[in-house]
């Protein structure tokens, strides 16, 4: 990644993370458990009825199945995770060139490649739950049908907290509209996951909407228990020498420190519009981008593209989320959330 991406992550000001963990996954989750419990009123948040040890979550997409950070962080310390997306059968994804890197940020089309729910939660799931966080199912579907397989197939799998629905999707039966862009296809597709869903539902949104408070209010109306955003800006990069994109797809989703004053506007709209939390997505790279979206309303937040050049920047948001308040004279970190002064 360039300089400007590269420099973010390790801003924080907090104590430096170490890399791989020895021990085992239990070992390792009794540790952090005993340190959790000395600093459990100072970061815990709730969001859609779940408590988390601290808000800083992974998002889909930028950490796998979980598993293949397990050697280079503590996944006991994160508040949560998501998956990466998961949809009814496997799926090969898109062709290459898949990635391409911009000015502060990356494009990717990745195509949603994925190993389907069923073998996720044959092959992953049983390793993953030893882990102590929370672990939250992103699903996604080309139909309002394919998501409600997705959340009936999770609603038996043991160590799951919640889904979180990726409606930045073509729906099929509607012409290829994206079901995120239509307060009427993410509303169906929201109360069709909830009928069937034994979990809390995290609704994420698309930044790629005239007004996303429309769709936040629509989705909110439909039973959604939490928000998240933003999901990836539509972009488009061309190779001036082969006059070709830059990615076989053409366009695709532009994420990475670029993208984050956009999405801390959307949270701040979005989280004055409706009565539901709020999880902030966008650029964050270190604590002080976690700040930026929790005092402009966000409860919680996922870590994403940083996660690729740095992936002990979750632990290093962590640590200097922690030390903010305490410097700061902050009892808890639930006292700053939307405290955006006007």
């Known amino acids: 990644m360039g300089e400007r991406l590269r420099s973010g992550a390790g801003s924080s000001g907090g104590p430096t993370a170490s890399g791989g963990r020895g021990g085992s996954a239990q070992d390792r989750g009794r540790e952090t458990s005993d340190a959790g419990d000395r600093a459990s009123d100072l970061l815990a948040v709730e969001a859609a009825g779940i408590r988390f040890k601290n808000p800083v979550l992974t998002a889909s997409g930028t950490f796998g199945y979980g598993l293949e950070f397990a050697e280079l962080i503590d996944l006991n310390r994160l508040g949560g995770m998501c998956t990466k997306g998961l949809s009814a059968l496997p799926m090969e994804g898109a062709p290459p060139p898949r990635i391409a890197e911009t000015h502060g940020g990356m494009l990717n089309a990745i195509g949603l490649q994925n190993i389907g729910v069923r073998a996720f939660i044959r092959d992953k799931l049983p390793e993953l739950r030893k882990y102590d966080l929370k672990i939250i199912a992103n699903i996604f579907g080309y139909s309002t049908e394919e998501y409600s397989e997705v959340a009936r197939a999770l609603n038996d799998a043991d160590g799951v907290a919640a889904y979180e629905l990726n409606i930045s999707c073509p729906n099929v039966k509607t012409g290829g509209i994206e079901i995120g862009s239509n307060t009427a296809l993410a509303a169906s597709?929201?109360?069709?996951?909830?009928?069937?869903?034994?979990?809390?539902?995290?609704?994420?949104?698309?930044?790629?909407?005239?007004?996303?408070?429309?769709?936040?209010?629509?989705?909110?109306?439909?039973?959604?228990?939490?928000?998240?955003?933003?999901?990836?800006?539509?972009?488009?990069?061309?190779?001036?020498?082969?006059?070709?994109?830059?990615?076989?797809?053409?366009?695709?989703?532009?994420?990475?420190?670029?993208?984050?004053?956009?999405?801390?506007?959307?949270?701040?709209?979005?989280?004055?519009?409706?009565?539901?939390?709020?999880?902030?997505?966008?650029?964050?790279?270190?604590?002080?981008?976690?700040?930026?979206?929790?005092?402009?309303?966000?409860?919680?937040?996922?870590?994403?593209?940083?996660?690729?050049?740095?992936?002990?920047?979750?632990?290093?948001?962590?640590?200097?989320?922690?030390?903010?308040?305490?410097?700061?004279?902050?009892?808890?970190?639930?006292?700053?959330?939307?405290?955006?002064?006007?």
Do not use: W
Not at 202 to 222: C, G, H, M, W
Not at 288 to 300: C, N, Q, S, V, Y
């Open 189 to 342: 597709v929201t109360e069709a996951v909830k009928r069937v869903a034994n979990r809390p539902v995290i609704v994420k949104l698309s930044p790629n909407v005239t007004d996303i408070t429309e769709i936040a209010r629509a989705v909110e109306s439909a039973g959604a228990d939490a928000l998240s955003l933003i999901n990836t800006i539509v972009g488009m990069s061309v190779d001036i020498y082969r006059r070709k994109p830059r990615i076989a797809n053409i366009t695709g989703g532009l994420s990475g420190p670029a993208i984050k004053p956009i999405a801390v506007r959307m949270v701040y709209q979005t989280a004055r519009a409706v009565k539901l939390p709020v999880i902030g997505i966008g650029g964050i790279a270190s604590a002080e981008d976690a700040l930026e979206f929790i005092i402009a309303g966000a409860t919680a937040i996922q870590v994403g593209t940083a996660n690729y050049y740095d992936p002990t920047v979750s632990m290093k948001i962590i640590d200097g989320l922690e030390e903010y308040c305490h410097r700061q004279g902050i009892r808890s970190i639930t006292e700053i959330v939307g405290s955006l002064s006007l």
